[in-house]
């Protein structure tokens, strides 16, 4: 660990800081409809499409149109795969994409997972990458953000049937916060080197008369969208560590950055749509403890060098970053990789820029742990809000129980319903991956996939299935995901890990709107105080330990302590 | 529910439209308007042929030349299946490839001084890092200097003016780009362009 790399996480935190206010108080002004400078691209999409923009919706209906239109748009997306050889943009020439590939590529991109089990960078055309995947990149984003906005609202509101309308959301979240900002920022990724062309790929003639043929395509526009909406999905295989979508450690900080914005901004945003900016500053701040506490364990780790490796200087000093290099670039040494793997796990981003699999034991540990905890630093966009809504029900129930009297939360009284809910949503996550991780190290078709045996093994196998139930992404990356087995049970997973927690959400939003506001009374447990930050922070640690500690017990921790006694595993 | 789905269908063909091409195509005319050199890949001619990109290692294995550090892309530098080794710390296979590599370096390297930097013997996350650190440029400078039959000083200076420091001064690491050091190299009065 260097001063410098104190400095960089700094710098960058202060710099979210500085920008999730203005973003928050703005996005709170899109969902009111305060806002119409871009009201003929709306109105155009609603006459199109036969939306009806002034008419809102109860949980139900919103339930219903979110699921139809991820259905149809999957759908679509799983068509252009198949076909992406008749259809434009395909210079290279590619085939369609196989089946179970194409339903896993699309159920991961619809759920902002975007997991990705093909490990080739000629698989998918210019054509699938834009109006595919990048679409979905969009979308995915927005719907995640629209349910965060719609239980926001549930909490906001009294004795209200509806919780606002879903096609109405998406757009203007599309409109008005993804698409300018994306704009801006790959523009300020081109600047970077960050490619941006329909060309066919490059045939260069290398010094040593090697040939090398450089991929080419329209990376920087789907950059953008990859990690402001967290999604995650690369352009290339190698994800952010290429240098084609990631080129400088500038691009790095606008990529980290990011990925952040919009969840550190719905916090301010959910302060201000319920009139108390102080809860969203208290949940602001026990995410921050988190991502620094993450941060801190990732880079301490990875900056230790490893006890089995001789003959080699794995000392950090002023012209080389020292520490774990296998799996890292040059330009981002141990600071910016460890940095940026926490930062993607905090939020269900799930885009890399060194390969987790080769991180140390306890480095590696975090990004799994931040994935295991919910996704809820920061999050994902959206889906990291209500996320923590949940641990925040959970909070002001296990306070209320302490004190004997009904929880409340901001004047709403919570309720057998609303805890059983919450409690839906916080057990179906572990029972889905602890499951499918079970049958994943008991079968045949689960282990003949694994690129490193013994305890990183297990490992392996829990990231890919805690990853693509958080709907993160990332992957301990040498297990080879592409076979029928992990195909078909990721792309279960994925879908589980989205929707069926998306559903309680919905419900609980409508539930929480029906309520009468109660005024808050001497008992009430006030949800803005440092306090409550802690008792928060306690929360989700607690619930996460109890769950997953078993697993990381035998997975990271058992290999931690074998590589220290020189333990191998071939 | 019939109405919400013709409404998801018809939604999803006109934002597909919109955002899925629209939006990908503005963003590449003015990319292509503003920076086509970056736009497409920061590609570097020598004699009117492309040589590489500057942002996208290759590999070299002449010791005429400074190296790049291992590549688990494909079949090594293969530009189109970027990717690491995704090999774990307590993994022997990667504990075996890089004691090969040490050897490796002390046999081509016999010069030079100390341990090997960590970065000329693991992978990169990419397989295509165009970078190596300064301290793994500076390692290779005895081997390059002989087979050139130039003085130590003057490839060691030529590594220390390629030096690239942090961006602003404080992010990311320092690095030295392996294709334009050789490049200059090449240039060098006296080099021939060839390593045949």
């Given amino acids: 660990m260097t001063a410098n790399g104190w400095l960089q996480f700094i710098v960058y935190f202060v710099v979210l800081l500085v920008c999730v206010r203005p973003l928050g108080i703005y996005m709170a002004k899109v969902f009111e409809g305060k806002l119409h400078f871009l009201r003929p691209f709306e109105r155009l999409i609603y006459r199109v499409s036969g939306v009806r923009s002034d008419e809102e919706m109860t949980w139900k209906e919103y339930t219903v149109a979110m699921l139809l239109f991820s259905f149809v748009s999957l759908i679509l997306t799983y068509v252009f795969e198949r076909l992406q050889h008749v259809l434009p943009w395909n210079p290279q020439h590619l085939p369609g994409v196989e089946a179970f590939l194409a339903w896993n590529t699309a159920a991961s991109f619809t759920t902002n997972t975007n997991w990705q089990a093909y490990s080739n960078d000629v698989t998918m055309s210019y054509f699938t990458q834009m109006a595919g995947l990048a679409y979905h990149n969009f979308f995915s984003a927005a719907a995640g953000i629209a349910v965060a906005i719609a239980l926001v609202r549930g909490v906001a509101r009294r004795e209200a049937k509806t919780i606002g309308n879903f096609w109405v959301d998406v757009t203007r979240t599309c409109l008005y916060v993804l698409v300018p900002l994306c704009i801006v920022f790959a523009l300020v990724l081109v600047s970077q080197g960050v490619i941006q062309n329909l060309h066919p790929y490059t045939v260069a003639h290398t010094l040593e008369h090697q040939t090398q043929t450089i991929a080419q395509g329209p990376v920087a526009s789907q950059e953008a969208i990859k990690e402001l909406g967290t999604n995650g999905g690369g352009f290339f295989s190698a994800n952010s560590a290429h240098p084609f979508e990631n080129p400088t450690a500038f691009s790095n900080f606008i990529e980290m950055f990011l990925i952040f914005l919009i969840g550190g901004a719905l916090t301010v945003t959910l302060g201000r749509m319920t009139g108390s900016p102080g809860h969203g500053w208290a949940i602001f701040a026990c995410m921050s403890i988190l991502f620094a506490a993450g941060f801190t364990v990732c880079y301490w780790a990875e900056s230790q060098p490893s006890p089995v490796l001789h003959g080699v200087t794995q000392q950090a000093s002023a012209l080389q970053p020292g520490g774990n290099m296998e799996g890292k670039e040059a330009r981002f040494g141990i600071t910016d990789s460890s940095m940026f793997a926490t930062i993607t796990t905090d939020a269900s981003c799930g885009a890399v820029n060194s390969m987790h699999d080769s991180y140390m034991p306890l480095g590696g540990m975090v990004p799994l742990i931040n994935i295991m905890l919910g996704e809820i630093i920061f999050g994902g966009v959206g889906s990291g809000l209500y996320g923590m809504i949940i641990y925040v029900v959970l909070s002001v129930f296990i306070a209320g129980l302490m004190v004997g009297r009904t929880p409340e939360y901001l004047g709403k009284k919570i309720e057998s319903y609303d805890v059983k809910m919450t409690m839906l949503y916080v057990l179906i996550f572990p029972l889905v991956i602890l499951v499918l991780t079970a049958i994943g190290v008991l079968t045949h078709a689960g282990l003949s996939s694994l690129a490193n045996n013994g305890p990183h093994g297990l490992t392996e196998i829990l990231y890919a299935y805690v990853s693509t139930a958080g709907n993160n992404g990332s992957a301990f990356a040498g297990l080879n995901a592409n076979t029928k087995f992990y195909n078909i049970t990721t792309g279960f997973n994925m879908l589980t890990g989205r929707f069926l927690m998306m559903i309680p959400m919905l419900a609980l939003a409508g539930n929480l709107a029906r309520k009468k506001s109660v005024p808050p009374s001497p008992g009430t447990f006030p949800v803005n105080t440092p306090l409550f930050t802690v008792l928060l922070t306690s929360v989700i640690l607690i619930v996460g330990a109890l769950t997953f500690f078993p697993a990381l017990s035998l997975g990271p921790i058992l290999e931690h302590l074998l590589l220290h006694h020189g333990v191998l595993f071939s | ?196």
């Avoid at chain 2, 529910?1 to 013709?6: A, D, F, G, Q, S």
């Fill in chain 2, 1 to 196: 529910m019939r109405n919400t789905l013709v409404i998801a269908i018809r939604y999803t063909i006109i934002t597909t439209i919109l955002l899925g091409i629209g939006y990908p195509l503005l963003v590449t005319g003015l990319a292509q308007l503003m920076m086509p050199a970056k736009a497409n890949g920061s590609l570097i001619t020598r004699d009117g042929q492309v040589v590489g990109s500057a942002l996208i290692g290759q590999g070299f294995t002449s010791p005429r030349y400074f190296h790049s550090r291992p590549s688990a892309a494909g079949n090594g530098w293969d530009a189109t299946s970027s990717g690491g080794s995704n090999l774990g710390p307590t993994n022997q296979a990667l504990m075996t490839r890089i004691d090969a590599a040490v050897a490796q370096w002390h046999k081509d390297d016999p010069e030079a001084k100390g341990p090997v930097p960590i970065g000329l013997v693991t992978t990169s996350g990419s397989g295509l890092d165009p970078d190596i650190s300064p301290e793994g440029a500076l390692y290779q400078v005895p081997m390059v200097a002989a087979a050139r039959h130039l003085p130590e000083e003057t490839v060691r200076a030529l590594v220390e003016s390629h030096i690239e420091g942090r961006q602003f001064g404080f992010l990311g690491e320092p690095t030295v780009n392996v294709l334009e050091l050789n490049l200059a190299l090449d240039a060098l009065p006296g080099q021939s362009q060839t390593s045949k």
